[in-house]
């Protein structure tokens, strides 16, 4: 792989399960983030880490969980969804925590 | 609070020069990005600008006023591919980065 790539591309989820998105990238950055984009709004922070073993919450936190056992991979978990999840997700990564962000392909979600 | 301010929308003809203005506030301040997106697609760098003046890549640049917390986009000869959402980006004392709701950019022929 090269880059970011996130799975899955799209899902459709009942109120109350749990889900895993999931969020890789091969190019050795630090710093990974999730955000959540709905229409007419700006791109909102989830979680963030900036380095392997660190998570930090950032502005839409509550209803998530983050862990970074590694520096590939960051996955962000829904325990129990709610509609008001429904939205697309981005997962994103950056050298340092102060340099460009690159941003993986996008999970569209809907909970029902 | 943070507060960042941009125009919904625009149209231009293709060929022409569009100005997308953002002005932010912010908790503290490192720089900040602009970035493009692409219907449906996910947002890629432009520019990141530090320091006050202008900053010039091919035909887009990107101008910051520190002072007046403002910076502006700016496209020359536009090209149908244009056409996408313009995300400004203030980065905070955290280096977060605090993401405006986006110019959607219109081109006609």
């Known amino acids: 792989i090269a880059g970011i790539t996130q799975a899955p591309t799209s899902q459709i989820l009942a109120a109350g399960r749990r889900m895993t998105l999931r969020c890789t990238q091969d190019m050795r950055h630090n710093a990974m983030y999730w955000y959540r984009q709905d229409l007419g709004l700006g791109l909102r922070l989830i979680h963030y880490s900036n380095t392997a073993g660190t998570t930090g919450k950032g502005e839409v936190p509550d209803g998530y969980s983050v862990s970074r056992a590694n520096t590939d991979d960051f996955p962000l978990t829904l325990a129990s969804a709610v509609p008001s999840q429904t939205s697309v997700y981005f997962c994103?990564?950056?050298?340092?925590?102060?340099?460009?962000?690159?941003f993986g392909p996008g999970t569209r979600l809907t909970v029902l | 609070g943070q507060n960042i301010d941009q125009p919904t929308e625009m149209t231009a003809t293709e060929g022409a020069i569009v100005q997308i203005n953002c002005t932010y506030q912010t908790s503290g301040f490192n720089g900040l990005f602009w970035y493009q997106q692409h219907a449906g697609e996910a947002p890629t760098f432009l520019s990141y600008?530090?320091l006050d003046g202008l900053e010039e890549k091919g035909r887009f640049s990107s101008f910051l006023s520190r002072s007046k917390g403002y910076s502006y986009l700016l496209l020359k000869e536009l090209q149908m591919k244009d056409s996408a959402s313009y995300l400004c980006a203030p980065e905070d004392s955290n280096y977060q980065l605090i993401w405006g709701a986006g110019t959607k950019l219109i081109i006609k022929p």
């Open positions: 600008n530090v």
């Open positions: 994103a990564s950056s050298v340092g925590s102060y340099n460009e962000q690159f």
